[in-house]
């Protein structure tokens, strides 16, 4: 206990204030959008057939009105808890060896200590744990918001604002935090350390991201759209990975590849029937059914585990990269 | 194997860098939790008998207080070597003396050997038992700071032989020769001579 306390002491007092910003900053985030979350369930109360829909009687105006503006702000919020994992990785991660190194202290630890990675990882806990603890906080009422907004929408099965709420954004935070911390012991400044942090973070997302669309493609279901119905017949829950022709014969091919084929589409009709000409769509000449690619919204919670896989992974990754800069590091 | 050595050893850096924030108490406990066995209470004896209050933070104390702690941290580690990589370098001559004070009798009470880096050759003759010159990236001289004292002259001007010529300091010129001489060599010509002659004929070892 008083081992954990004085490695406590000492990490907060090497990024005190980065640790207050963080706190302060999920505090306020985490409050306005629990308010929020009320604002919106008091009007779901006040009006149970007024919220949620296209169609609400005249009755209701001031209500779906009112709902719809709260809602246009409430779902910015939902922004901030996107990028609070990247800023917290940058943050509190990439200053933590960083600073060590460029104040020279590395030099009393590393030489008091038998294992300098034995250090490394009772400096890292209690800025990791502070971590996990303020994004579980922001990733709760980011979800309690997020049902708030939807309160129609079954959103464990559902890919709305998917990684702007719930435990995906915890996950994010260890990958970014690893990142950081990995960034910090190879560049051995402070600034610009964070500024390379966030620079790799972004690179960093962005591949994760176009992996993960490429997998996902992979795994897609093909859904006809309906043009005559309000949600256009598919799961309104589904992750839109792409848009497409399903062929007659039933080969699915998206917009791309049917134009490369010549397969060009100029009118479409309520069932969602697509039509070279209108006189093929007189003719009865189907080019082919508008479809969406999607993944299904009940396949939400595996998507969304199996990127908070990778991410956690990539962190641990890189804190094993860490580990090997900190081992191999000249102290100054 | 680094981490074994490490075991044996207690560095003190040229500018002890303490953790900002932290007091002087708070760097024995974080030593005491990254160095099993390291002698929490020596060091705070040591430190008070110095005065050099423990609940003050570390970073506010003077540059020689600093030093101070840093000693107090590498002895106790009760290493039985201790390097001191240039530890006088930023101090005033009173904190230099404590400084080296504290170490003499922390060496002579645990039987530990102190390998001290500095240019101030009157602190190594003083409480120093070996010299080691060290020269275009090698040793120049090793040997008993006594024995070099009995067996280093000065000779006035360029002398065939010599462990070197140099320039005294009214610019003239002196020989270091090993042997007889016009008058013993003290300590600091002993080193300017080794110095110059590894500048001179850096392939000739002494």
């Known amino acids: 206990m008083t081992a954990a306390l004085t490695w406590a002491r000492l990490s907060y007092r090497q990024q005190r204030w980065e640790l207050i910003l963080a706190a302060i900053g999920v505090g306020i985030v985490a409050a306005v959008m629990l308010f929020f979350a009320n604002e919106l369930r008091g009007l779901q109360a006040a009006g149970p057939d007024c919220v949620g829909l296209f169609d609400y009687p005249p009755s209701c105006e001031a209500i779906a009105t009112r709902f719809a503006e709260t809602s246009d702000t409430a779902q910015r919020l939902l922004l901030l808890s996107f990028a609070a994992p990247f800023g917290m990785g940058v943050i509190l991660g990439a200053p933590l060896v960083a600073r060590e190194i460029e104040g020279g202290t590395v030099q009393l630890a590393w030489t008091l200590g038998r294992s300098r990675v034995g250090w490394l990882l009772r400096r890292i806990t209690f800025v990791a744990l502070v971590t996990v603890a303020l994004l579980a906080v922001l990733a709760l009422s980011s979800e309690l918001l997020a049902a708030a907004l939807a309160p129609d929408r079954s959103l464990g099965e559902d890919f709305l604002w998917s990684g702007r709420r719930g435990w995906l954004i915890v996950a994010r935070g260890v990958g970014a935090l690893g990142v950081g911390i990995l960034v910090g012991a190879v560049v051995g400044r402070v600034l610009p350390a964070i500024l390379g942090a966030a620079l790799i973070m972004a690179l960093g997302f962005t591949a994760i991201s176009m992996g993960q669309d490429a997998v996902l493609r992979n795994e897609v279901e093909p859904q006809r759209v309906a043009m005559g119905n309000a949600s256009g017949g598919v799961d309104p829950g589904a992750l839109v990975i792409d848009f497409g022709l399903e062929l007659p014969g039933g080969e699915v091919v998206t917009w791309q590849e049917a134009q490369e084929r010549g397969l060009i589409a100029a009118v479409i009709d309520e069932e969602g029937r697509q039509f070279a000409s209108a006189a093929d769509m007189r003719a009865g000449r189907v080019l082919g059914y508008d479809i969406q690619l999607t993944i299904p919204g009940s396949q939400y919670l595996p998507v969304a585990a199996r990127e908070a896989g990778v991410v956690t992974g990539l962190g641990l990754v890189a804190l094993v990269g860490t580990a090997l800069v900190v081992s191999r590091r000249r102290p100054a | ?206």
Not at chain 2, 61 to 66: A, D, P, W
Not at chain 2, 126 to 133: A, G, N, W, Y
Not at chain 2, 171 to 190: I, K, M, Y
Request: proline share 6%; aromatic share 4%.
């Open chain 2, 1 to 206: 194997m680094i981490v074994p050595a490490l075991e044996h050893l207690g560095y003190v850096p040229q500018s002890p860098a303490l953790y900002d924030g932290l007091s002087v108490e708070d760097h024995l406990d974080f030593a005491v939790q990254l160095r099993p066995g390291f002698d929490r209470s020596a060091a705070r004896t040591r430190l008070d008998q110095l005065g050099i209050p423990r609940g003050t933070g570390a970073r506010s104390l003077s540059g020689g207080q600093q030093a101070q702690v840093a000693l107090a941290l590498a002895l106790g580690t009760r290493a039985p070597i201790l390097l001191l990589d240039e530890p006088l370098a930023s101090l005033d001559p009173l904190a230099r003396r404590e400084f080296l004070h504290v170490l003499a009798d922390a060496v002579r009470a645990d039987g530990a050997t102190a390998l001290l880096s500095s240019h101030i050759v009157t602190d190594v003759e003083q409480f120093c038992d070996r010299l080691v010159v060290l020269g275009v990236g090698r040793v120049l001289l090793h040997e008993r700071v006594t024995a070099a004292l009995q067996r280093h002259h000065i000779t006035p001007g360029a002398v065939n032989g010599a462990v070197s010529t140099f320039a005294a300091a009214d610019g003239a010129p002196n020989s270091l020769v090993v042997g007889v001489g016009q008058r013993p060599a003290t300590l600091e010509e002993v080193v300017l001579g080794y110095l110059a002659a590894g500048r001179v004929a850096p392939k000739v070892a002494a």
